[in-house]
């Protein structure tokens, strides 16, 4: 089945650098992604999302870009400070209205 | 405001015993998800409920796991009996109402070791 993968499992960035963690999808019936951070120990924590009538949105130090012609989600982290190491992960809806298919995540480690 | 809240957080139990895992809810959430999540398998979904009913349960790995959802603010998974296999992190998470998709709200897991 198709799934939602990741170009990077590891990224390695200095305190104060800019963030972007990519990842591919490949269901063109996916119209809703989400990015996830989840820190040691804990649940994946809900940074932003993003529906397919859109190519950007912001949040808080964070913008996601949606390239629907090659699949393609970026998530940029601005400013990027310790408290941003952590797993991040994309996912997708596929067809549905409430299933979501994660991707693996990707290891953000920021180096102070 | 509180989040979803999960119990217990840490579980180490004997093989054949019963787990149940449990989960409240965001108040007026109206969607609940139990997940499943493993090194080597990732966030698996396991069940969905919306307005208290199971709508999907194809994740379910096997007739050994069940969830229930008596009302709107709690939720149940158990497994029997259980097998060392299913040590994983298990979490809840809930959604509101709205059109379309909406973000999922995790709670911060049961970590479950099954000896």
């Known amino acids: 089945g198709e799934s939602v993968g990741l170009h990077l499992p590891t990224l390695s960035v200095q305190e104060g650098d800019n963030s972007i963690i990519n990842c591919a999808y490949s269901?063109?019936?996916?119209?809703?992604f989400i990015w996830y951070k989840q820190e040691s120990g804990k649940g994946p924590q809900f940074i932003i999302d993003?529906?397919?009538?859109?190519d950007k949105r912001q949040g808080q130090r964070v913008t996601v870009l949606l390239n629907k012609t090659v699949k393609h989600l970026s998530l940029q982290i601005a400013a990027t400070q310790p408290g941003d190491s952590a797993v991040y992960f994309c996912?997708?809806?596929?067809?549905?209205?409430?299933?979501?298919?994660f991707g693996k995540g990707t290891l953000l480690t920021v180096n102070p | 405001d509180a989040g979803v809240i999960q119990s217990p957080r840490h579980e180490v139990t004997e093989m054949g015993q019963e787990v149940t895992l449990r989960c409240k809810p965001i108040?007026?959430?109206?969607?609940l998800f139990w997940y499943r999540q493993t090194m080597m398998r990732g966030l698996e979904l396991l069940i969905y409920?919306?307005?208290?009913?199971?709508?999907?349960d194809s994740g379910m790995p096997e007739d050994r796991f069940s969830a229930k959802m008596p009302n709107a603010s709690f939720s149940t998974l158990k497994i029997q009996p259980s097998e060392p296999r299913d040590s994983a992190v298990y979490f809840c998470?809930?959604?509101?109402?709205?059109?379309?998709?909406?973000?999922?709200?995790f709670g911060d897991g049961t970590r479950l070791s099954i000896l």
């Open positions: 993003i529906r397919s009538n859109m």
């Open positions: 998470a809930s959604s509101g109402g709205g059109l379309g998709n909406q973000p999922q709200h």
């Open positions: 108040s007026g959430h109206n969607s």
């Open positions: 269901n063109s019936a996916s119209d809703y």
């Open positions: 409920f919306n307005n208290n009913v199971p709508i999907d």
């Open positions: 996912a997708e809806n596929g067809d549905s209205n409430y299933k979501l298919t």
